[in-house]
């Protein structure tokens, strides 16, 4: 494995994450307690130093669980937490007052059995609170020792430079995938200007990019809920599944490892976090590290990519007013 840093901050962490949250949330099935914990462990032995998990990722079960695993080589590892959303729950609202984010960071240690937070994000902007006082209320973290580094999840250019004026951000964690490259535009060259890591979200398209996805969806599976995952968006997008298979076999890899490698291409200070509740994928995924995408296989990507139009919202119409702002 290889180790990439998270922009400015001191946080060395491998080049591909782990993204905990399908483990307990999110899609529907949640893994059995003993099965995550040995999963996580399992990546762990395999070189991956760093653990991405929330609050609302149950909520609070997901935290339990990687606190857990992780106890045991908890010098070794980056975890990475995020609050903002009322009393942990997602459906509640948002909430990023100080108070409430310092009763999340001291939860959140609990639950992660340890004493410090590696990398604490702000799940959403929050409306109501001033992003200065959310950055504020991290920078008093990170001096009293609860926290190392502060960062955000879907802010838009204009949070992100305001926050990271009163507390520079190590990374900003959004979705971005062959699928979804709207960081492109303003985001990437602003993080590069300021000196902010990327860490992709579903680097996998949730599962789509890797051309393995059944579009059955367990009850409570989120993407039951979205566009882009029903039936006529999934028909109308899959010129993109064939061409990232069609690369795949050219690279003698597989499409999820392509998905992977093509993010790590980007720029050297973004590091996705696919996630996973298989030993075998997460091996699989953990091998994109390995798959060498030149120069000129990226400009030839980059063609196809923008002779593909993606049919269909990433979200569903009541979760767009939550994101980039
Ligand atoms: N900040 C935010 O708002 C936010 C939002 C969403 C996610 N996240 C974080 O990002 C992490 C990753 O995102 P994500 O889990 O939503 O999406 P993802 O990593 O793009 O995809 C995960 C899906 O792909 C499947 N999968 C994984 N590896 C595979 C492989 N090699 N071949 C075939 N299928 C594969 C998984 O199923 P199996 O389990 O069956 O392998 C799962 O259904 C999350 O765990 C979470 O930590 C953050």
New binding site residues.
């Given amino acids: 494995m290889i180790n990439r840093k998270l922009g400015a901050s001191d946080l060395e962490v491998s080049a591909i994450g782990l993204?905990?949250?399908?483990l307990s949330h999110?899609?529907g099935v949640t893994a059995d307690r003993g099965d995550a914990i040995q999963l996580i462990r399992a990546a762990v032995d395999k070189g991956v130093t760093f653990f991405?998990?929330a609050e609302a990722y149950g909520p609070f079960t997901n935290e339990d669980v990687v606190g857990e695993a992780l106890e045991p080589v908890r010098d070794q590892v980056v975890i990475a937490t995020?609050f903002g959303f009322a009393e942990g729950v997602p459906e509640k609202g948002l909430d990023s007052r100080p108070e409430r984010i310092r009763q999340v960071a001291d939860e959140a240690l609990t639950r992660l059995r340890t004493d410090r937070i590696d990398l604490f994000y702000q799940?959403r902007i929050d409306p109501n609170v001033p992003v200065e006082d959310v950055a504020g209320t991290v920078k008093d973290l990170i001096a009293e020792g609860k926290v190392r580094a502060f960062g955000m999840?879907?802010a838009g250019p204009d949070a992100i430079r305001r926050a990271h004026a009163v507390q520079p951000l190590a990374a900003l964690?959004s979705?971005y995938?062959m699928w979804w490259r709207e960081p492109e535009e303003k985001i990437l060259p602003l993080l590069e200007e300021l000196g902010i890591g990327f860490v992709p979200?579903?680097?996998?398209?949730?599962?789509f990019l890797?051309g393995?996805l059944e579009a059955t969806y367990a009850e409570g599976d989120f993407r039951g809920m979205v566009p882009r995952f029903q039936a006529d968006a999934l028909a109308a997008n899959q010129a993109l599944v064939d061409l990232v298979k069609a690369i795949a076999e050219e690279k003698e890899a597989?499409p999820?490892q392509v998905a992977l490698a093509w993010l790590l291409a980007q720029r050297p200070w973004i590091v996705p976090?696919?996630?996973?509740?298989?030993l075998h994928?997460l091996e699989?995924?953990i091998g994109a590290v390995n798959i060498d995408l030149t120069t000129a296989d990226i400009d030839s990507i980059a063609k196809a990519l923008a002779g593909i139009k993606i049919v269909g919202d990433r979200y569903p119409a009541s979760y767009q007013t939550l994101i980039n702002r």
């Fill in positions: 993204g905990c949250m399908g999110g899609y991405d998990t995020k799940h999840s879907e964690q979705e995938s979200f579903a680097p996998l398209g949730k599962g890797t393995k597989t999820a976090i696919p996630g996973t509740t298989k994928r699989e995924n």
